[in-house]
């Protein structure tokens, strides 16, 4: 009659964690490298004239991680900023247009970053 076996399923779930952390941590990556790329192209196709530099300056990207999902906010950091994006018919608005202009750009190199892990 047979004994059994033994299973150490120990080693399977270090390996199941390492890769979750992997996959995220590419993800996070790649949210940072996209953010950098919005924000160069939003500083650089800002339609108003920038008087001071502060309002290109100021731009950034921030990534937020709320329950292992991935954001990326698209900010711009003085006071007339929200005039620039909200006001006169949303004429200088340079964020929103950045972000819907990207966004299919990046869930397709999403997709490729995940495919490559």
């Given at each position: 009659m047979a004994?059994?076996?033994?299973?150490?399923?120990?080693?399977?779930?270090?390996?199941?964690?390492?890769?979750q952390k992997k996959v995220h941590d590419g993800c996070v990556r790649y949210a940072q490298t996209s953010g950098k790329m919005m924000v160069a192209d939003a500083k650089q196709?800002?339609?108003w004239r920038d008087?001071?530099?502060?309002?290109?300056?100021?731009?950034?990207?921030?990534?937020?991680?709320?329950?292992?999902?991935?954001?990326?906010?698209?900010r711009g950091h003085t006071p007339q900023f929200k005039?620039?994006?909200?006001?006169?018919?949303?004429?200088?608005?340079?964020l929103n247009p950045t972000r819907d202009k990207f966004a299919t750009e990046v869930i397709k190199g999403w997709a490729e970053v995940l495919k490559s892990l």
């Open positions: 004994d059994g076996f033994k299973i150490d399923i120990n080693d399977v779930l270090k390996k199941t964690l390492y890769n196709n800002a339609k008087r001071t530099g502060l309002s290109r300056d100021t731009m950034d990207a921030g990534i937020v991680d709320k329950n292992n999902v991935i954001e990326i906010n698209l005039y620039l994006e909200y006001a006169m018919e949303k004429k200088y608005a340079i």
